[in-house]
């Protein structure tokens, strides 16, 4: 019984020592659970107010601004088309006037070989032909060779020329392999006009011919008869020219339509190339003026609209440690709409500079051609000239601008600025509230500095952009470079220009220098047999050349002033104003590449001066 008892009493030990270690260890699972759910419930309490926080943020957020740009947004898009505008528009006006020099090419040509044929002509004639008969036979020839020469010619036009012109641009863009097309509207154009021109000069050549009987057609035509010319009563300079000279402006006279022919001939060629150099000039300076001359600043910061104190700061900051800037001017800048009946609305950049006083160190206001500088009026606006050209504009007129919001604003005109790309309205913080209802906001910085390197603008513009307070950066020089890479394409134009115009002055030249030859031959015999040396024989012919040719070229630069001026007004875009100037060298180029072609011709017709058959040509026909 005791052993039982004892055993009894070491389980109960047992039962209760293993009774108060679970009621231990419950207690301890219970604080647990306690210490777990009152973090959970903190959480709980902490994701709550977080959630009502952010339903409040949800309903105090305004909807947001969604802005669809199309491609015409791309800068290299719009520059590409403006680049094409150019070239579409030069393109309307060069054909017209080739097709002038293309009629005198004809006319001189065809007046050549009517001129050849004469003796044939008297013989159809003598034969019983009708007229219509003889000049059928040089239609023919003149509607076979202008279609002919059609065929190559739109060859060359849908092939060559294109993909020159299309190569030099892809330097600039990175464009696919041309894809040339054939137009047949284009080619029917031309073509009618090729053959309307060979053909009208032909049937009046012939015409003209025709009129004579078939007796003197057989024969050689009779030298023309010389007479006084207006040069002999003036006694003080005819008493002064060497027989020489007389015999050189008797001869000049003699042969007037020839004369007029050499001298409309070498006019256009001058005026072509002339215009091709003129042209370039245009371009060129666009990029002086603009970014040197009227826009004096050397970069521009464009700031983000909600920019933080501290990145305003730190900005100041940045400008401030930068010993190179030597000036700044903080400006307002806001982009509307010019609108008015009848004109294409344009986009206006309103140019509001904080402090008026300053504005000339950044950008000159004044007119084109005067130095002296347009203050800003404190009541009005000062508007750029092609805006001013678009919209008729001048001092007391109104224009109207409209903002995003569709509403409408009247700035009265109080002067008329120079600027050559975009259009322009510059005016006052003070006149700016007064039309607009609220102050001027800077949004832009313009800077001055004294280091222009493009490894120092690269490293600034990388110090600018990395502040919060910096939207863009732009330079000036960066412009000038893109103008740069357009005007080497240019020159493709203007080599394509001047290959043209060379080809059209050599055809007339040589054309009107052989009928002057084949016309005289008689007379070129007479003198060879006199004792005339070849130079000498050669030299006769070419000093009224080189008279015709200068005179050429005096004409040529006043019709070349007159078409690049019309290039120019055709040209130029509404955003845009090209240079008027053409610069002195271009009529030197111009003058000097006449001559040169004009040479050439000279130089080739020589060989055929020394090679005069005197005996054919001297002996009778009678």
Known sequence: MAAAKQEGEARLAKAKTELAQGQAEYEKGLNKYQKEKKDADQKIANGEKQLAEGKDELNNLKLPKFYVMDRSVNPGYTEYSDNAD??????????????????????????????????????LKALGYSNMDVMKK??????????????????????????IIYNAYST????????????????????????????LTASIAVRFELKSNASVLMRPRAPKSGSRILLER????????????????????????????????????????LTGFGLKDSIADIAPLQYGKIMKY???????????????????????????????????QEVML???????????????????????????????????????????????????????LHAGSTLTVQNKNNESFDLKVEGITENYTMHYVYMTPQYYEQVFGKP??????????????????DQFSERLTANPRVAMVSFTSGVSDAFNDTMDSMNVVVVVLIISAAALAFVVLYNLTNINVSERIRELSTIKVLGFYDKEVTMYIYRENMILTVLGIIVGNLLGVLL???VLQTAEMDEMMFSRTIHAISYGYAAALTLLFSGIVMVSMHYKLKHIDMIEALKSVE
């Not at 080619?187 to 053959?195: D, G, N, P, Q, T």
């Not at 001027?440 to 603008?457: I, R």
């Open 564 to 566: 690049h001026r019309f």
């Open 440 to 457: 001027a906001v800077v949004n832009m910085q313009l800077l001055t500095f004294n280091k222009v390197d493009p490894a120092w603008e």
């Open 138 to 163: 040089f239609l023919v020839y003149s509607t076979l060779a202008s279609i002919t020469a059609s065929a190559a010619g739109l060859a060359i036009g849908f092939t060559l020329f294109p993909e």
């Open 234 to 273: 003036i006694d003080v300079i005819w008493r002064r020219l060497s027989f020489i000279g007389k015999v050189t402006a008797r001869n000049l006279f003699r042969y007037k339509q020839r004369m007029f022919m050499t001298v409309c001939g070498v006019a256009g060629c001058t005026a072509l190339i």
């Open 298 to 332: 050397n970069a521009a910061v464009v700031f983000q609209d909600d920019s933080s104190k501290k990145a305003f700061e730190e900005y100041n900051k940045l400008i401030a440690d930068t010993p190179e800037i030597t000036g700044q001017l903080n400006v307002t």
């Open 172 to 199: 600039l863009y990175n464009l696919p392999d041309v894809r040339t097309s054939f137009y047949m509207s284009y080619s029917i154009i031309s073509v009618l006009v090729a053959v309307l021109c060979t053909t």
């Open 338 to 392: 010019a609108k008015k009946k009848g004109v294409n609305n344009q986009d206006v950049n309103l140019f509001i500079p904080e402090q008026a006083d300053a504005l000339n160190d950044f950008v000159a206001l004044k007119e084109r051609g005067q130095e002296k500088v347009i203050p800003l009026p404190s009541d009005g606006v000062i508007v750029s000239e092609k805006l001013a050209k678009l919209f008729d």
């Open 86 to 123: 150019r070239l579409a528009a030069i393109a309307t006006v060069f054909p017209a006037f080739f097709f002038l020099i293309a009629a005198l090419v004809s006319l001189t040509t065809m007046t050549r070989m009517v001129e050849e044929q004469r003796l044939q002509i008297g013989t």
